[in-house]
């Protein structure tokens, strides 16, 4: 093994220097699965480490600090009704990899067809996507209900659902910023309630608890060609922008 000369090693740390911008590309397009050696382009001694298949140049990221590049940034607007494919394309997506066994879920699900979702948003409810770049990769839908007024002060609440995050991108806080976003969209609209339902086999529990929300109530359910489950019924009290409720 040829260890660099410490010369050597400083030139490689000091051409990352001002590279905060290509830094960002690369992160971006690694989590998108693209090939990200394209931005590599333009530093010195690339040409010393050889490309892969399909790859512009060699892997080569020495003195590269890519952990605060990886935390994509996420942008999170409100879909209209030309995004609703846009939206079921990512529910089908990420609910037909939520378990281990790639393309099937033990728990009923219903991906509603884009023309579905269209017409939903025509009846008032209200999706959030979350986009990194050009790619859609979650999604989340709220609509007033009173289901369960009786958990929420009697008052009308956002009834959360739809929580979905592309594979490729889980586990790096895209649902988290969905969520936020959503709570921060329904407060602007007066309501001081958010509930959500999660199957509780799931294991998501924890996940919202630790995001406020508290489990209130527990149904068994049971659908046709599908097993029985716990339905976690789970609320959070929110602030509501601009009033102050008693």
């Not at 489990?215 to 976690?232: F, K, N, S």
Request: glycine share 8%; charged share 30%; proline share 6%.
């Amino acid at each position: 093994m040829i260890h660099p000369a410490p010369e050597k090693l400083r030139a490689l740390a000091d051409r990352w220097q001002g590279q905060d911008a290509r830094l960002q590309r690369i992160a971006e397009s690694l989590l998108a699965g693209e090939d990200w050696t394209r931005h590599l382009r333009g530093l010195p001694y690339i040409d010393e480490v050889p490309p892969r298949d399909g790859e512009a140049y060699g892997r080569d990221l020495r003195g590269a600090d890519l952990r605060r590049h990886l935390h994509p940034r996420v942008e999170v607007t409100r879909a209209v009704e030309r995004d609703a494919a846009l939206v079921a394309a990512v529910t089908l997506e990420a609910q037909r990899n939520n378990t281990p066994l790639p393309d099937v879920s033990p728990f009923p699900t219903d991906v509603e067809p884009a023309d579905g979702i269209a017409l939903a948003m025509r009846r008032g409810e209200h999706f959030l996507l979350a986009r990194i770049g050009r790619h859609v990769v979650g999604t989340i839908r709220w609509t007033s209900k009173r289901e369960f007024a009786d958990l929420c002060d009697e008052r009308d609440y956002a009834d959360l659902s739809g929580l979905a995050v592309v594979p490729t991108h889980r586990r790096v806080g895209i649902g988290s910023t969905l969520l936020a976003s959503a709570e921060w969209d329904v407060a602007a609209e007066g309501l001081d309630w958010a509930l959500l339902r999660t199957a509780t086999e799931v294991g998501l529990v924890p996940f919202y608890e630790a995001r406020g929300y508290a489990l209130r109530r527990v149904r068994q359910m049971t659908y046709a060609e599908a097993p029985t489950y716990l339905d976690g019924v789970m609320t959070k009290r929110l602030a509501v922008i601009g009033e102050n409720r008693p």
